[in-house]
């Protein structure tokens, strides 16, 4: 009896092995979202819907290197808002979202990739405006602007402020200009982008607070083979010097 045990056990351990070491099959693909956040990534005609070729950007060009690299298939589509793509990532299977802010807080939401790219997080005034910050403590009596669910946003949730959420970033570039926020909580140089894409120039930085790091986020659920296969393609290209050559194309 305890031979019959021994063997039931030793072809159980081997179906585990087996299965955490399964290859994906030929026809597996993650479908990637994003939206537009340039210079990172954008829709080439600037609307809120893209596909594939139509779609360019630091790390839309470094993501389809990465994938080509990994010999892993994708669909890859720019849509809004953010709030709406972030969800879908979070709930459904073999979906991924880039570029995606790295934070403690999302760390065990998702598996990472990257990171792709860095950003800094900054607090915008107008134009001739004089507030000027040493701190996020100081900005508390300001009325300030952020794009919902954006990691930013999310950040100065997280230390009990209150910020007035867009569903689109470029809300709030009028929304200062027209003094309706003093502040504008944004990423640069995404902000700097979009303000100049709007019309507007010279805001003046209020506070910079805040260093944070570009990722490919991905559900829970991918294989541990897709994220292993994606994370050693991206480091092959970093060392072949490949991510700053993409990265000073557009910058």
């Known amino acids: 009896m305890l031979k019959y045990l021994r063997k039931a056990l030793s072809i159980g351990l081997l179906a585990l092995a087996g299965g955490a070491h399964a290859e994906i099959t030929e026809d597996y693909k993650v479908i990637l979202l994003t939206e537009n956040f340039p210079p990172f990534n954008m829709a080439i005609d600037e609307k809120n819907f893209a596909r594939d070729e139509n779609i360019d950007g630091i790390s839309a060009d470094l993501t389809r290197a990465i994938f080509k690299r990994a010999g892993i298939g994708y669909n890859l589509s ?46 915008l005034a107008a134009p001739g405006s004089s507030i000027k910050l040493n701190s996020l403590k100081e900005a508390a009596k300001y009325t300030i602007g952020a794009y919902k669910n954006d990691a930013v946003s999310q950040h100065l949730e997280a230390q009990g402020m209150t910020p007035i959420n867009s569903l689109r970033d470029q809300e709030n570039v009028a929304k200062l200009m027209s003094g309706k926020i003093d502040l504008w909580a944004t990423t640069d140089p995404v902000g700097r982008y979009i303000a100049k894409q709007e019309g507007a120039s010279g805001l003046q930085v209020a506070l910079r607070f805040n260093s944070a790091e570009l990722y490919l986020a991905l559900n829970k659920e991918t294989p541990d083979e897709v994220v292993e296969r994606l994370q050693k393609a991206l480091d092959e290209l970093r060392a072949e010097g490949y991510v700053d050559e993409i990265t000073n194309s557009y910058l």
Do not use: Q
């Open 78 to 123: 720019l849509r809004f808002p953010w709030d709406r793509i972030y969800r879908l990532t979070l709930d459904k299977p073999n979906y991924g979202l880039f570029s995606t802010t790295y934070t403690e807080e999302r760390k065990p939401l998702f598996k990472w990739v990257g990171p792709l790219a860095k950003s800094e997080w900054v607090l």
